[in-house]
């Protein structure tokens, strides 16, 4: 059996939506990956900018990669995506779990859209399922379903590397929620205890966001290794019954309120990056529906 190739991992932190976005590239040649990048945007004025995405193409340029697929872990709620950006600038292709269309299904009744939007996956190159392979230069990767936080988040394993989306965060913080439609904190549990703790404990594991202040530290941290979330993860340890986790996971959640970019985010990824099209003014417009959305007053 050869050696697993092990790719060269590099994180751009985005300050204001504490989100990891990964470059991960082969050690032997140029390919490289992009996972969850980030659009900037100033909710106060509604206006996007590409500030991190910039950064992320200068990353790529100093290092002379070659791009070939742009990936999300899930429909973000909490930041929009720089995939349809990043896409036009390095000819990439992006992917997301094919489940993407159940949560399109759902958000495209309750931001009641137009038949201009199809929830069919259409806005994507690629829509992986449970198993499926790539690879990036000379490192195999393959895709698992890990439905609980969405029912379409997948975790992207890369050589020896695990990209984990929102689904386990570093050790000292936990796990995602939750209570989004179609979230499940009994799925949660199956797909970290069935699939992702039954990789290798030497594997290292790169979450998706970290939120330093609220784990009591002061700087942001992305790098830990699965054996690392099997003993030491605050939710989820691999002893945990899942009536425990699921018990916490619920009582928690229901003391949460919404992300605060969860309404733009949302019609957003949900195309991709694209934002909706212009009315007959030229201008797009982003759906504030009222009443709709639980949380705190």
Request: negative net charge; hydrophobic residues 35%; charged residues 20%.
């Amino acid at each position: 059996m050869s050696a697993i190739v092990k790719p060269n991992v590099h994180c751009l932190y985005h300050d204001d939506t504490f989100t990891c976005t990964y470059i991960v590239s082969c050690p032997n040649t140029s390919k490289a990956i992009v996972i969850d990048p980030v659009m900037d945007y100033n909710a106060a004025a509604a206006r996007t900018g590409n500030t991190h995405s910039e950064k992320v193409a200068a990353y790529i340029e100093e290092n002379k990669l070659d791009v070939d697929l742009i990936a999300e872990t899930h429909v973000h709620a909490d930041h929009l995506t720089g995939a349809s950006w990043l896409k036009d600038t390095l000819s990439a292709k992006t992917a997301i779990g094919a489940h993407v269309t159940d949560v399109q299904g759902v958000f495209k009744a309750m931001f009641n859209l137009g038949d201009e939007f199809k929830a069919d996956g259409s806005q994507f190159d690629i829509l992986f399922n449970e198993g499926d392979t790539f690879s990036v230069g000379d490192v195999q990767a393959r895709v698992l379903h890990t439905p609980g936080h969405t029912p379409a988040c997948v975790t992207y394993v890369i050589g020896d590397a695990v990209f984990t989306g929102d689904t386990v965060f570093m050790p000292d913080f936990g796990t995602a929620r939750c209570d989004f439609p179609g979230g499940s904190s009994t799925a949660l549990y199956n797909s970290v205890h069935e699939k992702t703790y039954k990789l290798p404990a030497e594997y290292r594991c790169f979450v998706g966001h970290d939120y330093p202040k609220s784990a009591g530290r002061d700087a942001p941290s992305w790098e830990t290794t699965i054996g690392a979330q099997q003993t030491g993860n605050k939710h989820l340890k691999v002893e945990t019954t899942e009536a425990e986790f699921v018990g916490m996971r619920n009582a928690r959640d229901a003391t949460l309120g919404a992300p605060r970019l969860l309404l733009p985010s949302l019609q957003v990824n949900l195309r991709n990056g694209e934002m909706p099209p212009p009315e007959a003014n030229g201008t797009s417009y982003l759906k504030l529906p009222v009443n709709v959305v639980g949380g705190k007053k």
